[in-house]
């Protein structure tokens, strides 16, 4: 498996990234900033107030302080403070010049009001010193600092702050296209409503093309195409030109209508794992080559043939395509984080690291996630995926560990 992941990262790597300017709006979630954003301005620009109440001098010396004015956030108070002045204020408005501190209205009294009930004098009831309850200029962001990081995911935090500075434009990583193709000559449409025996619907395009989505990336639903080497040949020759990588399913491995292998060799391409110890997924295999399109120069495209059982499909596309498409698509870190369970249950363990599909529970006052396995592990179990919010990642049987035992905690990767 390391070798494996080692493997794409590399390829990930080598493959050209590509930039984009895009517009600051909801379509820039999920993309990676390609440049450092760089603060326009300082924040906040003025001198303002976190607290509703009095901006005051602080060491004038005077008990009684007469109230002068107003300042409201939104609405400034432009005259200059006086010792023995205030300016009524609330949070987020403009300090007037002249005040060296803001009291809180609770730590004040009001000692004469006229008939309306606006304070005309207040006394404040404890020492204040200078920069109480102050956001100085520039004391959270220096205008020219770096507000969001290249390589830093756009979310909400970063979508926000990009809106507080008036950024209109960044430049971001572009997504690789990705096609999702499934192979077999048993596959049916989906709308197909009576399926002839021996035969079955096509789950694992729609399944990975909604993985994709539930990635951030709309993956191309290339369709189906039979065994035949020749149709499977023409089908990937085609998806090459207009996809960075491709990702199919079924025919990879020992059975007489297996034809993948030989399709990527005659393609150009070199194979560069075609098994890999683990459960699912034995027969996963990782193709790559510089292919020429249009007489442009030719171009590293990938292509990851993946087993046709849907948990196998699935686990693999989480283990490698998902990693590979988020560092094409400029991910600092493209892999799932890792986290400890405890086992809600005995584990049997295999022959290959095995990932199991778990949902967990909540946590409660307990010290660390509980986890529960989905159901039936077999890799054509299409219903132990559901439900799946972490992959344990089993280790091999020992010699004298043959089992995991329940409350023993394991890795795990969260989806
Ligand atoms: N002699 C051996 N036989 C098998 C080996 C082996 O090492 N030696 N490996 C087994 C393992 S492990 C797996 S996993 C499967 C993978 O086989 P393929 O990738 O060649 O996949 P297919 O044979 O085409 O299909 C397997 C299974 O999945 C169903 N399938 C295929 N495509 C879809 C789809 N788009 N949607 C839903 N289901 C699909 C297909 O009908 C088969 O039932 O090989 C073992 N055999
Ligand atoms: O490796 Mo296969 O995916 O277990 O059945």
Redesign the pocket.
């Known amino acids: 498996m390391e070798e494996a992941e080692e493997i794409l990262t590399n390829l990930g790597k080598q493959m050209c990234h590509k930039f984009e300017v895009v517009d600051v709006d909801l379509n820039l979630l999920g993309k990676v900033a390609g440049e450092n954003a760089i603060s326009t301005e300082n924040m906040p620009r003025t001198r303002v107030s976190t607290k509703d109440g009095y901006a005051v001098v602080a060491h004038d010396g005077a008990k009684i302080k007469a109230v002068i004015g107003v300042s409201l956030a939104g609405s400034v108070y432009n005259g200059v403070l006086q010792p023995g002045q205030c300016v009524r204020i609330s949070t987020g408005g403009v300090v007037p010049e002249g005040a060296s501190a803001v009291v809180m209205v609770e730590h004040t009294i009001c000692t004469k009001s006229n008939d309306e009930g606006e304070e005309l004098e207040i006394q404040i009831k404890d020492h204040v010193s200078d920069g109480t309850n102050i956001r100085e200029p520039g004391s959270e962001t220096r205008k020219g600092e770096t507000i969001v990081r290249t390589g830093t995911k756009i979310g909400s935090a970063e979508f926000g702050i990009l809106n507080a500075f008036g950024i209109k434009n960044i430049m971001v990583y572009k997504r690789p296209i990705v096609t999702v193709i ?3 000559n ?2 049916v449409n989906l709308d197909c409503e009576e399926v002839p025996v021996g035969m ?1 619907r ?4 729609p399944q990975l093309v909604a993985l994709f989505k539930e990635y951030g990336i709309d993956a191309i639903a290339g369709g189906r195409v039979s065994d035949d080497f020749e149709c499977i040949k023409e089908k990937l020759s085609q998806s090459l030109k207009q996809s960075d990588v491709i990702v199919t ?7 007489e209508k ?1 034809n993948l292998k030989e399709v990527l060799l005659s393609l150009g391409m070199t194979i560069h794992f075609g098994r890999v110890m683990m459960k ?4 996963c295999t990782v193709a790559s080559g510089q292919i020429q399109i249009d007489g442009a120069l030719p171009t590293l495209k990938i292509v990851l043939a993946l ?4 948990a ?1 499909a699935w686990v693999c596309s989480q283990l490698f395509a998902i990693p590979l498409v988020r560092t094409l698509s400029g991910y600092v870190k493209p892999r799932h984080t890792q986290m400890r369970v405890r086992l809600a249950e005995d584990i049997k363990l295999g022959d290959r690291p095995e990932y199991v599909r778990a949902y967990l529970e909540d946590l409660g006052n307990k010290q660390c996630p509980v986890a529960h396995i989905t159901g039936n592990q077999i ?2 179990n299409i219903g132990s995926l559901v439900g799946a919010e972490v992959l344990l990642m089993l280790p091999v049987k020992l010699d004298g560990k043959e089992y995991m035992s329940k409350d023993e905690t394991v890795k795990a990767m969260v989806l």
């Open positions: 499934s192979t077999g048993e596959l079955i096509d789950s694992n395009g399913s079924g025919g990879v491995s020992m059975g297996d699912p997924g034995l027969p087993p046709g059982n849907p196998s890799s054509s």
